[in-house]
């Protein structure tokens, strides 16, 4: 099945859920730290750039929702280049925070999309038949 071109909206919001689930991940792991606003932005914004990356390269617009190559691709990008951006960046990255964060960013990245596929489906599947 060929995926459909997505809308200037949906490509928006795909982007900004993209983004602010990458935010709920620093979050998450600040607060359990205790750390506050800096350690928060501390850690998103190397995240933030790896997903900006995939994005780019993917050319994620396309098709946002799609699980298999955008959502796969995005979540590795943004997992491979938060850590190489923390590692320029001078800030630790250690075996359990990869295997975390790769993880977590995983279920959050992918989860959405497998969430809005399966929503759409069966929106499809209660619709009358024209």
Not at 1 to 19: E, F, G, N, Y
Not at 28 to 40: C, D, F, K, M, P
Not at 63 to 80: D, E, K, N
Not at 94 to 115: C, D, E, H, N
Request: aromatic residues 10%; glycine residues 12%.
């Amino acid at each position: 099945m060929r995926a459909q071109r997505a809308v200037p909206a949906s490509v928006i919001v795909a982007a900004v859920v993209d983004a602010a689930l990458v935010l709920v991940f620093a979050l998450v792991g600040r607060a359990s730290h205790g750390e506050g606003l800096l350690g928060i932005l501390t850690t998103w914004w190397p995240f933030l750039g790896g997903l900006a990356i995939g994005w780019l390269v993917l050319r994620a617009w396309r098709s946002p929702r799609r699980i298999v190559w955008t959502g796969v691709g995005v979540w590795l990008f943004t997992v491979a280049g938060g850590m190489l951006l923390r590692i320029a960046s001078g800030q630790g990255v250690q075996l359990s925070f990869i295997i975390v964060a790769t993880i977590v960013l995983g279920v959050f990245l992918l989860g959405w999309r497998a969430i809005a596929l399966l929503a759409i489906r069966m929106r499809r599947r209660a619709s009358p038949a024209a």
